[in-house]
């Protein structure tokens, strides 16, 4: 059973250009949450999403938004980039009830 | 707003010793998870906690869920190079069941 595979794995973008990264759940998991991780910071929630509804937004400006298809895949984008953009993206997958989430390896952005 | 204080920051110790992680939160979570990171990985799941006094053991690893559902602490018993990593705890609750991730313990375990 493959885990939460997340690409790409690393990005370089300059600022003011717009990303695009895409998640994949674990079959039969259909929470689907995005969350950013600067460098020796807890990650920090952006989004999470169930069977295709947004159930939940973190504190983010409108340049962030996300999706989720009929396949319980994600994408989130980015736009206007920032410097402070930089980060770690992390997407989880959960089965949407109480209990733990199982985290992709995460996509290192970096915006020069 | 809801916010989780880890502590200690940052721990280094020896192979061999014992340590206490402790997590701290003004607010009550219906139920609350630690996690390991490595470098470049995203977090992995240790445990779950979800009644308010639980106390989990998973091998040398020692978790408790405060009676107030509030704080919990992780216990690491003769503590191995391989524990070595980034250890956060994330609370959830509400309808969303959103984590909302501690301040983070960076531990390195010396041989």
């Known amino acids: 059973d493959a885990g939460v595979t997340q690409s790409p794995t690393h990005l370089i973008k300059t600022r003011g250009q717009q990303v695009t990264l895409r998640c994949s759940p674990i079959s039969g998991h259909k929470s689907v949450s995005w969350y950013q991780q600067v460098l020796g910071q807890g990650p920090q929630f952006i989004f999470q999403?169930?069977?295709?509804?947004?159930?939940g937004r973190g504190n983010f400006p409108d340049r962030f938004s996300a999706r989720q298809f009929p396949n319980y895949s994600s994408e989130l984008n980015v736009n206007a980039l920032l410097l402070g953009d930089s980060a770690l993206y992390l997407c989880?997958?959960?089965?949407?009830?109480?209990?733990?989430?199982?985290f992709g390896s995460g996509t290192r952005l970096t915006v020069v | 707003t809801q916010l989780l204080e880890q502590s200690p920051q940052f721990l280094s110790i020896q192979e061999g010793e014992n340590l206490t992680v402790y997590c701290n939160s003004s607010?009550?979570?219906?139920?609350l998870q630690w996690y390991r990171q490595e470098p470049g990985e995203g977090p992995v799941l240790l445990v779950t906690?979800?009644?308010?006094?639980e106390v989990k053991k998973l091998k040398r690893l020692t978790f408790q869920f405060g009676d107030a559902r509030k704080d919990s602490s992780l216990h690491i018993t003769a503590a191995q190079t391989g524990d070595t990593g980034l250890y956060l705890c994330a609370g959830s609750g509400g309808a969303t069941n959103k984590l909302i991730f501690g301040t983070g313990t960076l531990l390195a375990v010396q041989p």
């Open positions: 607010s009550v979570f219906s139920s």
């Open positions: 999403y169930y069977e295709k509804e947004e159930r």
């Open positions: 906690v979800v009644t308010g006094g």
């Open positions: 989880a997958a959960g089965t949407g009830r109480e209990g733990g989430y199982t």
